[in-house]
Nanobody, 120 residues
Framework: QVQLVESGGGLVQAGGSLRLSCAAS????????MGWFRQAPGKERVFAAT????????SYADSVKGRFTVSRDNAKNTVYLQMNSLKPEDTAVYYC?????????????WGQGTQVTVSS
């Protein structure tokens, strides 16, 4: 089992940048695929980005591709989401999630979320 804690959210103007962090507990962090999801007010939670156990494979939602970058540091048990060129529509609660590498099902482990607000 893994516990996840996000940080780094806040208020930023459109065009600005933020870097979110997600710290994971446990000694098997490198065994997990990590994902970032977001939930805008009144909307469902949706996928934003994912990274495999080694960090060599990433994937992004079309809405963030080219602006967001997901990375990880297995030595620090941390995954990051660098968000550039932020837009008001990026306003959401951002969640990180984890699942065992190779598991085809949904993510069973979630953090509590961190609020990102982008002003116009």
């Amino acid at each position: 089992q893994v516990q996840l804690v996000e940080s780094g959210g806040g208020l930023v103007q459109a065009g600005g940048s933020l870097r979110l962090s997600c710290a994971a507990s446990g000694r098997t962090f490198s065994s997990y695929r990590m994902g970032w999801f977001r939930q805008a007010p009144g909307k469902e939670r949706v996928f934003a980005a994912t990274i495999n156990w080694s960090g060599l494979s990433t994937s992004y939602a079309d809405s963030v591709k080219g602006r967001f970058t997901v990375s990880r540091d297995n030595a620090k048990n941390t995954v990051y989401l660098q968000m550039n060129s932020l837009k008001p529509e990026d306003t959401a609660v951002y969640y990180c999630a984890a699942k065992i590498s190779g598991y085809a099902g949904s993510y069973p482990y979630w953090g509590q979320g961190t609020q990102v607000t982008v002003s116009s």
